[in-house]
């Protein structure tokens, strides 16, 4: 199995709303990533986790916060979001070490009204 | 430091070459390529690292200039399934995982 997959495929929230994203694999990955994407952007890196814990936060706001509470499961929990956080969110999975592909799950596409 | 990719954008007929190019300011470890179709995920098509070891596709090629800090993905034969973004990113490994940085990609659109 090398799929990655994302629930839900779209969310529209408002910003006082509190909702989460979630991501799971099961190709014994030990590391797992959130990316944003905007419009005809590249993916940005938000944060990562090694081994289920936070080894990279690229100076994501607090309304952002990862979750990962076992080696398969990813979430990203969000609340008072901004319009401008409205975006497609990657979550992906790779073997630890470094130099390893990475597999994208489909994105969960945000709108925040 | 986010590499540079070009061309911005290539149109080609099925059937010609294509060279995407991605360089950077800072001195590259690894160079990872993907290519996003329109609506889906990004997909892994190779790694180039310094040394000269690759990991990838086997019918795709890339060069990898570690003194001019550049790589080159090399599309020949065009294929109509060869469409899509292709990005470039810059790799580094920091505590046991991948920080990776994309370019701004390259839009590769193959007409029949």
């Known amino acids: 199995d090398t799929e990655v997959t994302q629930t839900p495929k779209h969310l529209v929230m408002g910003m006082t709303n509190k909702k989460s994203l979630k991501c799971e694999q099961h190709?014994?990955?030990?590391?797992m990533y959130w990316y944003k994407q905007k419009a005809k952007k590249p993916p940005e890196l938000m944060f990562v986790y090694s081994y289920e814990k936070l080894s990279i936060n690229e100076s994501v706001p607090s309304r952002f916060s990862p979750e990962c509470p076992n080696s398969s499961l990813l979430n990203l929990h969000l609340h008072a979001l901004q319009p401008e956080d409205s975006a497609l969110y990657l979550c992906a999975s790779s073997q630890t070490g470094g130099n390893n592909e990475q597999f994208f799950g489909p994105g969960t596409r945000l709108t925040v009204l | 430091q986010q590499p540079v990719q070009s061309p911005q954008a290539v149109i080609l007929r099925e059937g010609e070459d294509a060279v995407i190019n991605c360089s950077s300011s800072k001195a590259l470890y690894s160079v990872h390529w993907y290519r996003q179709k329109h609506g889906e995920a990004p997909v892994f098509l190779m790694i180039?690292?310094?040394?000269?070891e690759q990991k990838g596709h086997e019918k795709i090629s890339a060069s990898f200039n570690e003194k001019k800090q550049q790589s080159s993905l090399y599309l020949t034969a065009s294929q109509l399934s060869y469409s899509g973004t292709y990005f470039c990113?810059?790799?580094?490994?920091?505590?046991?995982?991948?920080?990776?940085?994309f370019g701004k990609g390259t839009k590769l659109t193959v007409n029949p």
């Open positions: 990113g810059t790799g580094r490994t920091q505590g046991g995982s991948e920080k990776l940085v």
């Open positions: 190709m014994g990955h030990r590391a």
């Open positions: 180039l690292l310094k040394g000269g």
